[in-house]
Every structure is written in structure tokens, then in C-alpha cells.
């Protein structure tokens, strides 16, 4: 795995010791008021998770709380 992959101007960062790449932007909030990616940020991640799957590596796209979204290796 590469370090950093860019896509669409957001930089991810590859953590080897959980095996994934994230990124954090802004936190924004649904109509409940739960914490969700930023729109931009979530879309890159889901073209970085297909460029990889395309490489025949298998991901899956998640966030957690404070604007992080990462692309999981599995």
C-alpha cells in the first residue's frame, strides 16, 4: 500500500497497523443531529475504495466521529 493516496484534493493516510486509509474533514450533522462525513470527503473515499477494489484489493468505506472516514483493507 502506498503511504497517501490524493483524490479530489483530500489526502489519505495509509495506517498500517489497522490497515487502512483515512482522512478527516469537517464534521457535519444529518437532520438528527448525528455526526456524518463531510459530503466531498466521503465521495473520495468511496473512489479510492473502487480504485483499490479494481486492483483487487477488497475495502469497505466507514466513518467514525470528528470527521474521519476511513477506507478499510479487509
Known sequence: ???EETIDGY???YNE???FYEC????CYDD?????????LWNAACKLARQLN???VLTEVEH???GW??????
Not at 438528527?32 to 466531498?40: I, L, T
Open 24 to 27: 478527516r474533514g469537517e464534521v
Open 11 to 13: 489526502t489519505f493516510e
Open 32 to 40: 438528527e443531529h448525528d455526526e456524518m462525513p463531510e459530503e466531498g
Open 1 to 3: 500500500m502506498k503511504a
Open 69 to 74: 472516514v476511513e477506507v478499510c483493507i479487509n
Open 64 to 66: 467514525s466521529e470528528k
Open 54 to 56: 479494481n486492483q483487487g
Open 17 to 19: 497497523e489497522h490497515k
